[in-house]
């Protein structure tokens, strides 16, 4: 089963990017990754913050929180053994672009779906880059590195689809999905051609 059909993206990473972009750029795609690491565990604390009383999401949130700082300290790692220093922060304007399709205003049930749809949204598309750069980059370590962390994304994206769903309350969260996913679509048209993971 191939990741569009676990995943339901509509348009797959073309396996260029990483010949032509990220294979020349290790070190900027490494401190993106970092970063985009680190925003996933903010993303998650501010779920907690937003949602006390939802105890399990809580629970779950506050486990996500702890494996994304592990990923976060070992692409870190990554960096220090290769000689490199970590970069500074870069806007991700994919997820810029992203967050236009995000519903604002509405009940706190509203809020959360759309936040965690979001969620699930970036995490799926992290997922389809790693396989992508797991099965085309020309340096074992960061080709099995990145096998293992596409694993885990896809864990994630069905955590947060799971949560969408179960506090959807009335809201139709699977038309809410295929129009995320139509979105996306449009959206990563024009990207894949920079030394980011989103890019």
């Given at each position: 089963m191939s990741e569009r059909t676990i995943l339901k993206l509509q348009l797959p990473t073309d396996p260029q990017w990483v010949k032509n972009?990220?294979?020349?750029?290790?070190?900027?795609?490494l401190t993106d990754h970092a970063f985009c690491e680190q925003k996933a565990a903010t993303n998650a604390i501010t779920l907690i913050v937003q949602n006390p009383n939802l105890s399990d999401l809580v629970q779950e949130m506050a486990l996500l929180v702890q494996e994304e700082m592990d990923h976060f300290k070992r692409v870190h790692d990554i960096i220090i053994t290769r000689g490199y220093v970590l970069g500074k922060e870069r806007a991700d304007s994919y997820v810029k672009e992203l967050a236009k399709f995000v519903i604002k205003g509405g009940g706190r049930e509203q809020?959360?779906?759309?936040?965690l749809l979001f969620s699930a949204m970036i995490e799926a598309r992290s997922c389809e880059r790693f396989k992508v750069l797991s099965e085309n980059i020309d340096?074992?370590?960061?080709?099995?590195?990145?096998?293992?962390?596409?694993?885990?994304?896809?864990?994630?994206?069905?955590?947060?689809?799971?949560?969408?769903?179960?506090?959807?309350?009335?809201?139709?969260?699977?038309?809410?999905?295929?129009?995320?996913?139509?979105y996306e679509a449009e959206v990563i048209k024009n990207y894949g051609k920079s030394e980011t993971i989103h890019g």
């Open positions: 972009v990220v294979e020349g750029n290790i070190e900027e795609i809020q959360l779906v759309e936040k340096d074992e370590e960061l080709s099995a590195f990145y096998h293992e962390l596409m694993i885990s994304e896809a864990g994630h994206y069905t955590m947060f689809l799971k949560f969408a769903k179960k506090y959807a309350g009335s809201i139709d969260v699977d038309k809410r999905w295929a129009d995320f996913l139509a």
